[in-house]
């Protein structure tokens, strides 16, 4: 086996991270594997900001909430996590969610190959959507964000996977 299908094989959700930033050095190689991921037309049409700043990760929580989100009380959606990436696209795209969804896996990926724990988070997007959190996180004119994902160092061990369903795969002959 392959570094590369291990590192498919043991990549698990962190929801418990170290405050410890991430070396700069580390974010650059993190986003370059995003922007490495397949986009239709190979137009490369996602933006991507990161956000190492937990009050703005406050305003994004609070916008959630005060745009219809719920959350469990003394649930934290981004689980302490040191930093955020949050991926947007043109809204008229035609393929803007797939875009983002293969840019965030390969982040979530990387970050796993490179040592840091993640996890894809979309429960705030009321709030990442909101106009005033766009506009704190400049978001460019015309696109909106899709997803978002914590990162940071793991603050406990991963648990060990579940076990894969088996009726999943129709052969067609």
């Known amino acids: 086996m392959n570094d590369t299908y291990r590192t498919l094989l043991a990549r698990r959700t962190v929801r418990a991270f170290q405050p410890d930033k991430i070396p700069e050095a580390i974010m650059e190689s993190l986003i370059l594997a995003a922007k490495y991921s397949p986009t239709a037309m190979g137009l490369q049409d996602r933006h991507f900001t990161v956000v190492n700043n937990s009050g703005v990760m406050d305003h994004i929580l609070a916008a959630a909430v005060k745009n219809g989100a719920s959350f469990l009380p003394g649930h934290t959606p981004f689980y302490h ?62 696109y909106v964000p899709y997803g978002c994902v914590s990162l940071g160092y793991s603050a406990a061990e991963a648990a060990e996977p579940k076990p894969r369903r088996t009726n999943d795969v129709t052969l067609i002959p």
């Open 81 to 142: 996590a040191p930093t955020v990436v949050v991926v947007s696209a043109p809204e008229k795209s035609k393929y803007n969610r797939e875009n983002v969804a293969c840019a965030i896996e390969n982040l979530l990926l990387a970050a796993n190959a490179l040592g840091l724990g993640s996890c894809y988070i979309c429960s705030v997007l009321p709030g990442l959507q909101d106009p005033s959190i766009r506009e704190e996180l400049k978001i460019p004119a015309n």
